[in-house]
């Protein structure tokens, strides 16, 4: 993949086409606006003096083709919780991550944790698609998305009871965010979606010019418990962890042992 971002990014305007043309947007919205509140994410994660989890479904990816092939959300869903975890993220993208939008329901029956859905969002339409098919927040990421598109989603996100979590990669993703008062969960992404390669020295760079009384997610490259040992230390109020539990064959004993639980 020359491009991942934009390769990803191609194949989802393409499958919000098709989603239109089956569930009209005023349809969406209707019946998104109309559902019960949402689990609260950023309070499930944003705990004095403690590092969360927010543990990652995910099938496959990329740059690692399928990870899981024993892949059954709602039963790694069960052990995420068992295993302590405060907060669950799933892959809904389906082309390259083979996710699907039902998965969060499943999820939601099974468990009571809240649901963050990852995926590439782009407009309005998918913010009221998220709602719909139960998530409690969604990820928006800086380099997709122009300040005012931003603020859009963001705004509209707020205005469904859903919470958003924002994510970076570099200084100047991280300038344009900083910049906005609707921001209140950032995620900084040690992975480059052009190029999908791992740098763990980007949270080092990142994370002190972030303001103290910001939250801050961590995402990928996060294996060992020295990984997050040295991430708590440093301040962040969670860690998003995927691979590293989608790999292991006994995922609460990896959980346990990275977290230091």
Known sequence: MKDALKEITAKKKARILLARQSFPEEDLKAKAQALGPARPFIEAI????????IAEIKRASPSGGVIRQDFNPQEIARVYQDAGAQAISVLTEEDFFQGNLSHINEIKNTVNLPVLRK?????????????????????????????????????????????????????????????????????INNRDLHTLEVDFRITEK???????????????????RQDTLFLKILGAKAVLIGTAFME??????????????
């Open 46 to 53: 944003n705990k004095k003096n403690e590092i969360s989890l």
């Open 119 to 187: 995926d590439f969002i782009l407009e309005p339409y998918q913010v009221y698609e998220s709602r719909f098919f139960g998530a409690d927040a969604i990820l928006l990421i800086a380099d997709l998305l122009s300040k005012d598109k931003l603020s859009e989603l963001i705004n509209l996100t707020n205005t469904l009871g859903l919470d958003s979590l924002v994510e970076v990669h570099n200084e100047k993703e991280l300038k344009k965010v900083l910049g906005m008062k609707e921001v209140t969960l950032i995620g």
């Open 206 to 224: 990142l994370f002190p010019l972030i303001p103290k009384d910001k939250p801050v997610v961590v995402e990928s490259g996060i294996k060992t």
């Open 248 to 261: 292991a064959g006994d995922i609460k004993k990896k959980i346990e042992e990275v977290m230091g639980w």
